[in-house]
Structure formats: C-alpha cells, structure tokens
C-alpha cells in the first residue's frame, strides 16, 4: 500500500535560533520505549549510528502496552492462531524466529517461559477444519493433532474433565509455545544497545509535543526538530513506535491519510491454577480480533488468564478519558470515510453480535456469567466464583482501518516516507506486533539507511549472530504490512 501524504512546509532555522551546535544533530530518535521502540534501538547500536536518542513518555521502558498486564503475553507464530489464514501464518513464523532467537539467549525464567500452546476444536466441523489445517501446517511447525481423549487428557487434563463424552474433540499442539514478559524484553534490549553504544541517550518522562520539518544552512539532507516539553531534538531521521499515537504522528506529517483507527481496549479475570499451556477455542479465519483464551500469567504461573474481552474505546490510552481529544482529533481528519467504513466493517464482517456480545461483558454479575458460558467451551468444571476481573489491567491497540477499502487491515501496519525521501517510519503494532517486533526492528533499519542514501551502514551480519541466528539460513524478515 504506497503512503498517501499532504505536503507541508519546511521551516528555515538556524543553530543560533535553536540554542544548538553541528554536533548537537542526532543521527536518529526513536519515539517510544516499548518492545517495537527498544528493538529499533536495539538494531540501530549495530549501524554506525552514534548520536541516537529514545523518547518515552512513561518513566521507565516498557510501561503500557508492553506491560505483562496489557497484553496477551504471547509469542504468537501462526501455528495455532486459527484466525490466521496459510500464507499469514507463514510470514509470521519467519518474523517471529528473530525474536525467539533473542530470547533463547537471553535464558531468564522471569522473562520467557516455554509452554505448550493448542488450539481446540469441538464438534466434528470444526474438528475436520482443524485436521485440515495441522496437514497444511505440520511441515512447518513441530505440531501434533490429538483426536484421542486420554491423550488430551495427559497434555491439559481441565479440557476433558467434566466434558460430555459424546462429544467431539481435538487440540492441535506445538511444543514451541512462548509466554513472554515483554516490558522486561524491552528494557532488556534497550541496556544491550546501550552496552554497545554508551552514547545513545535514553530520555525517560518526555513526551513528544510534535514534529517540524526544518532547514539549516549548510547542514545537507532532511532535518526534524522534535518536540518536547522539556527540550528539542533535531534529527537526521525518526522512528516512531508509539502505539496508538503512531497514525497521529504520521498523519500530523502529513502520511497515512488513507487510514484511520479503532482503539481496541480488552481486559482480563483470574481464573485459578487452570491450564498448563495457552488454549485457544477454534476462531474464523480473517478476524483481526483473537478469540478469548486461557493461558497461565507469566507474572503467577499458577494463575490462568480468561481474555481478552474486545470493547470499542473512544480514548487512546487504557483508562485515561482525559485522552478523549486526541480520539477525536484522529477521527475528525476524515469523518465521513471513517463512519462509513466502520459501519461496513461491524456488516461486511457480522461484527454487531460479537461487539455486543463483548460489552455486554462489561455488565455488572451477568457479564461475568456470560465470560464463564464462554470460558466453560475450554474448561467444562470452570465455575463463577473461580473468576474475577483484574483491575487495572488490559491496554488498548489501534486497528487500522483502510478508509479507501473500508476494510481492517490484519496485524502491524508501517507507515514510511521512503518513497518521497523522507527517513520517517512509523508503526502500529496490534498483534502479532510484539512477537515480530525485532524482525520489525531490522526492516526499519534497512529501510531507513536505504533513504539515507549510504550516509550509515548495518552490520546485520553481526546482529544476527548476536541473537543466535544462523547467517547462512537466516529468515528475511518480511515487509508486506509497509503502508
């Protein structure tokens, strides 16, 4: 999808004007600090970049919705994602081996654990789908499809015990499950790019008030002086992971007027000491939003997580109505494509009954009655007083709406200026985000230096080895979400 882009005017400015120096021009700033942010920070300590600085609003990494209690602490990898159709799963699989590879040398139990992760099918539709998808999928997954009771008993016994016997089930199993603390992965990332490049600078409670595009006499190439609060940065390029802020930066520079968002909010209960590994119900292929699951927390592995519920969010950050005006910002800047294409998705994808569906969830007793009707297709014997809703927990994510198409666009979207010239990047990244994020972190890298012009180089060579890939078989990471 090429970038549609208004044309905005350059400021010329001067160092004296700025309060700065030649030297005071970063090579690069990276907007955000959560797990997509760290990994192109990460990535860029392996250019010869050596003036980059990382903005994060929050006073640490990792702080929103790469919390452990605003995600679905999953390394998702397209196996057992039955919403995923063939060709998705794949891509994902590619991008996610970078990030598991990290995480295979980085051996902390408080960080990652490895466990079995299923998808479950009952009745005999859905049981035949399931078969057919494990014959697509078993030549690129170690997987294993398990028709036979007492087996499934054996992997994750709560998913037959209390079950009526005549009916029909099946799990499909891959032993390559990750449950993920990404906000610990972020900071993680960020202290190795700084253990390689102690003069990157990390500015924690800064958040970016806008972006200017600036020319100074003498100085070549495209310059940005972004905006803080409490100071300035003139840089050479900009990669911006900042959530659901991502589209409004772009857009305020004049990118991604094509598309619009819905700020998806969800939220999570406590079930109890459940399941082993995570359990998916059955989902239909295409549907951008996951089905509620089971998993153990990495936070209390002896705790079981029901979730997420899905609600429709008029603000942009989880809990904060006083974000309310950004919404609306964001949504005024085409109105009418974006309440057209809204109503044709909740049509085109029968989306009111599982919108309503979900906020009926909301509804104080009988919407935790509902989760349990929901949560008792995985686990029979689960009971309304084993669950209780978390409080504070659950973040919010954009999904991008193409206003041209009218349609969701599935997972992270990247929005680039690569074609007009511009080092500007920036990505939203709703799941599987998190789980390709530093696959994501090498395709930013490489496009950014690809408009630099040859002005810095990447040793990807090196960063591959540094995370324990093989060169001579590495995966590419792949680049069809560039908007």
Known sequence: MSPSRKTFATRATSFALLAMTREDIRDAVVIGAGVSGAADLLTLSFTNMERVALLERHTGAGMENSHPLYNA??????????????????????????????????????????????????????????AARYEALKEHYPLSFVTDRAEIEKIEPKLVLGRDPSEKIAILVSKDGFIVNYMLLAQRMISLALSRKPGFEVCYNTEVAGVERIAIEGVDGPLYLVKTKKRQFVTRAIFCAAGTYSLDYAQSMGYGTNL??????????????????KVYPMQEEGLSFAEMHIDPDILDMRDSRVGPTIEFCLWMRARMLRTFPDFVRINLRSPWRMLKSTISILFANKLLAFVAL??????????KWLVLRKAQRIIPTLRYRDLTWRRNAGGIRPQIVDLSTKKLIMGSVTITGEENGEPLIYNSTPSPGASISVANGVRDVETMLRVLDGRYVFDKTSFLRSIGIDCSIAPAPSDEKAA
């Open 73 to 130: 602490q999953t390394s998702h990898d397209g196996s057992t994602e039955t919403n995923y159709d063939i060709p998705h799963a794949l891509e994902v699989k590619a991008d996610a081996e970078l990030l598991r590879a990290l995480l295979k040398k980085v051996n902390d139990p408080q960080l990652w654990q490895k466990r079995m992760r299923m998808a479950l099918a009952l009745g005999e539709e859905q049981v035949q789908r399931l």
């Open 260 to 277: 619009g968002a819905v700020m998806l909010g969800g939220s999570f209960l406590s079930a109890g000491n459940q399941v082993r590994g």
């Open 358 to 367: 979900h906020l009926s969830y909301r509804i104080p007793i009988l919407g």
